[in-house]
Every structure is written in C-alpha cells, then in structure tokens.
C-alpha cells in the first residue's frame, strides 16, 4: 500500500494569512504515460461529506476559489490557501489514487 | 448535477451483515466507477472498495474478505455488503462517483455496530 503522510497535523493561522499544507507519499504517484500525477486533495467541514478541491496534484475542481492551489511531483506534493478565510476552517485531506488500495493521508486541521 | 444518498440501517449488531444502498440521481449510473468510503468517529478516511457498471469491483486488501459490491443499473443504485462487522466497523459510510479521484460525495451515514 501506498503510504500517504501529512504535515501538520493542525496549524492555525491568521485570517489573510496564508496556510500551506504537505502531503507525502511513500512512493511516486506520477504515471510516466501521461506525466501527471495521481493526487487528489479534500476539504471536510465537521459534519459534511469531503469536497474534492484539487485532482492531478494541481487542477482546480471547478467552482472551488482561486485562493487554493496544488503543487508537486513524484513523492512531495503541497496544499497552498493564499489568503485565510473564516470559510476554510477545515480538515484537508490528500488522496493517491496510483495504485489500488487508494489511500488517505491522516488529515490536517487548520483553525484560525 | 449528480447527487448520491446513501440508505440503510443505523444500526447493526455485532457478526451480522451491514447493508447499504446509494441511489444516483442527476447522472446515469452506467457511467464511471462508483465507490464506498468509510471515516470511523473523528478519524480518517479509509477506500472500501469500487465498482463498474459492468460489475466488476475492486476492493481493499484488508476488507476484501467481508466485503462485496454489486450494481442494479435497472435501478441506479449500487451497494455494499460487509459481513461479520465488529465495533471496529462503525464509522460514516459514504458513497462517490470515482475517476480514481471522489468528485461527487454522497452525505453519509452513521452505522453503529452493538447489541
């Protein structure tokens, strides 16, 4: 299985600020076929289902705000929210989907 | 817009079988991969299992034992079945449309394992 390790577990930031999370995976997740990498990233608000924000480690899912963005490649791959909002107060999730099992990393908590 | 709403018992006891359904609205379900996630109370996601239109299925090494998937187009609903569930079992149990990636979440729903 493909191990996938989040950094922080939490951060708390200001609002404006900008928050940055890592995801790294125990293997690359780069299909050399087509060049693109197989990571996904999520947000979940306390009783809501996960919300897809990022697929191919760097693709905005549509409606999702211009103020997250994904970047990386192979192994290291990093969660950017450019400035904080009230709104973004969330668990966020990254996701391999190289190789079945799929697999989550452990989640990160971001707080104001 | 496709929408996913999981349906099932709230409650099952321990070494009997939980039984969910996802019913699909807004999208034809013989179309892309469809998929079962669980999140045990406050913690993290975990990948059940997957499948096709067609029936063929995909499903986590430490969960294939128990688990099966199975699809009714004429319905457009898909379901899962884990067998001889444990206190280990409880958690949300979501449904999703999958391109490898989970584009489209249904809500969840909470099964509890207890006598």
């Known amino acids: 299985d493909i191990v996938m390790t989040q950094s922080p577990d939490s951060l708390a930031a200001s609002l404006g600020e900008r928050a940055t999370i890592n995801c790294k995976s125990s293997q690359s997740v780069l299909y050399n076929s087509n060049n693109k990498n197989n990571l996904a990233w999520y947000q979940q608000k306390p009783g809501q289902p996960p919300k897809l924000l990022i697929y191919?480690?760097?693709t905005r899912e549509s409606g999702v705000p211009d103020r997250f963005s994904g970047s990386g490649s192979g192994t290291d791959f990093t969660l950017t929210i450019s400035s904080l909002q009230a709104e973004d107060v969330a668990v966020y999730y990254c996701?391999?989907?190289?190789?079945?099992?799929?697999?989550f990393g452990q989640g990160t908590k971001v707080e104001i | 817009q496709v929408q996913l709403q999981e349906s099932g018992p709230g409650l099952v006891k321990p070494s009997e079988t939980l039984s969910l359904t996802c019913s699909v609205s807004?999208?034809?379900?013989?179309?892309?991969?469809w998929s079962w996630i669980r999140q045990p109370p406050g913690k993290g996601l975990e990948w059940i299992g997957y499948i096709y239109y067609s029936g063929s299925t995909n499903y986590s090494p430490s969960l294939k034992s128990r688990v099966t998937i199975s699809v009714d187009t004429s319905k457009n609903q898909f379901s899962l079945k884990l067998s001889s569930v444990t206190a280990a079992d409880t958690a949300v149990y979501y449904c999703a449309r999958v391109h490898g990636y989970f584009q489209h979440w249904g809500q969840g729903t909470l099964v509890t394992v207890s006598s």
């Open positions: 191919w480690a760097s």
């Open positions: 807004g999208d034809s379900i013989s179309s892309y991969y």
């Open positions: 996701q391999q989907y190289y190789n079945t099992p799929w697999t």
